[in-house]
């Protein structure tokens, strides 16, 4: 199975390398960074950077897709190369996925129309500007299109695509080899249980 997880500048680190750590782990699949051509690009975050090893073109009829979402997200909504990229590769896919804010790239593409997605809490009404119905839930599948909610819903978007796409025991074994047993030291993991007043500190950390 081979996958392609597109980066650009800005993209969200953990939206990335959680989804490629488990699937790298499965047996017989393959995970390849790309971008418009193979080389560095940098996070969010101006600090980490990972390596395309193939560009665009070099992969353009992969198995699955990947598309991370970050504060770059909104400046390459308008990124032809990357959003024809994530359309034309979409005729081919098995899975189409995204993470947190990387729906709305699937959206650019014209990949939600009339289907339920969802993505990161402060942008998930977003969705509707391309006809898809906003659901609020931590993994969303829609056909061949697995939409999850912000950064860390990565992790449970590619062991639920990992279980359908494989089968469950291989993604049971791969949430045990990565000793993904979480237990949050608070239960501020969404707005709906944060403490009064944290969203708006939550929206001037990612913006």
């Not at 009829?61 to 997200?73: L, M, Y």
């Not at 009339?114 to 056909?143: F, I, K, N, Q």
């Amino acid at each position: 199975m081979q996958v392609a997880i597109p980066l650009y500048p800005r993209f969200t680190a953990l939206d990335a390398v959680g989804p490629y750590t488990v699937l790298a782990f499965a047996p017989g699949w393959t995970v390849t960074f790309v971008a418009a051509q193979a080389g560095p690009v940098t996070d969010d975050q101006g600090t980490l950077t990972l390596t395309a090893t193939a560009s665009y073109a070099d992969l353009d009829r992969p198995d699955v897709i990947v598309v991370p979402g970050g504060i770059g997200t909104f400046e390459v909504l308008g990124d032809e190369a990357l959003v024809n990229w994530i359309r034309d590769s979409h005729e081919h896919t098995r899975w189409t996925t995204s993470v947190c804010t990387g729906s709305l790239l699937l959206g650019a593409a014209g990949l939600l129309e009339g289907l339920r997605a969802t993505s990161h809490w402060a942008v998930l009404d977003m969705l509707r500007e391309y006809g898809a119905e906003p659901v609020s839930e931590r993994v969303l599948t829609s056909g061949k299109v697995i939409t999850a909610a912000g950064v860390s819903a990565g992790i449970d978007m590619a062991l639920t695509l990992l279980a359908q796409a494989d089968d469950p025991i291989t993604a049971q074994a791969v949430q045990l080899a990565i000793e993904y047993d979480p237990h949050p030291p608070f239960n501020a993991g969404s707005p709906q249980t944060a403490p009064d007043g944290l969203s708006e500190l939550a929206i001037k950390l990612i913006t």
